[in-house]
């Protein structure tokens, strides 16, 4: 897994860096001018003693870049770059703003290689919760997390699921329309998903959530609308959009409780207008776990633990 991205490095690092990787289970490398490297895992860091230089950064850069970093400048001003095999390298530096707006990021300083990783069947646990098995469909959902929290990697799984069908339940697959804002979740590398969302899943990235939702409907004619880190008006106007469409919508939100999502207003009001049927809270303290599930009540038009 690791051998294509170490690629990626200048050799000297590449050396380092294969003799500290043993297991597959680093999730990120963060490169720094001036300072070691540090190697992340779920609950411990690595620290390589070597002192990284302007210059293993630049090559770096042109490596990730297919020695093409103009043809990046767009990617690199949003702040990261995502690469094949769906890894996401967030940049860092000296920000030159025009107009109100990012036009370049100078003096390059760190970059921080995420690690794409899926994991197949993670969702399993909250099919139950999610699909309705009457119509065919699933309820609009919630999943919500700290940040960290695995909402993310659960939501990849469930698109994949919700698209190819789940045969043992009788479930038909669904045409899924994929907004994937900051490329965290299909990882579109040139045109092409790097992680397995569906066969029946369209995806549009680098673009606002909001505008992406309304592309989709309008082009696409998506059963289901899912989109990762909601929480502006402008998404939230989107959503009501789509589900007025008739297209239902699974959505990730960070928070812990019901309490911190209520907060925020645009949130609150999917859920006091009921246009949300299910709220799933993952458990922070162990990843892949449920902590609550909260179910829409019609008749009572309220939410009951479930």
Known sequence: MYE????????????????????????????????????????????IKYNITNLDIQEILQKICDNSIYAYQKEICEGF???????????????????????????????????????????NCLLKYIIDIKSNNIYNTLLIAPPGGGKTTMLRDIIRKISDGIEE??????????VDERGEIAAVYKGVPQNDVGIRTDVIDNISKSYGMKMLIRSMAPDI???????????????KYAICAGVKGIFTIHGSNLKEIMINKAISSLVDNYIIERLIFLDENEKGKIKKVYGLNLLENKYSEM
């Open 169 to 178: 339940i009788k479930f038909n697959g669904k045409n899924v329309g994929l």
């Open 4 to 47: 294509e991205l170490l690629r990626n490095f200048p050799s000297n690092i590449y050396e380092i860096l294969k003799l500290k990787i043993e297991n597959n289970d680093i999730e990120e490398i963060r490169i720094r001018v001036g300072r070691p490297i540090i190697l992340k895992k779920a609950n411990e860091e690595i620290c």
């Open 225 to 239: 609308i899912s989109c990762d880190e909601i929480g502006s008006d402008d998404d939230i106007n989107a959503i």
């Open 81 to 123: 770059i995502t690469i094949k095999g769906g890894h996401r390298i967030g940049v860092t530096g000296s920000v030159i703003i025009e107009n109100k707006k990012i036009i370049n990021i100078n003096y390059i300083s760190s970059l921080n290689f995420r690690i794409a990783r899926q994991k197949i069947d993670c969702s």
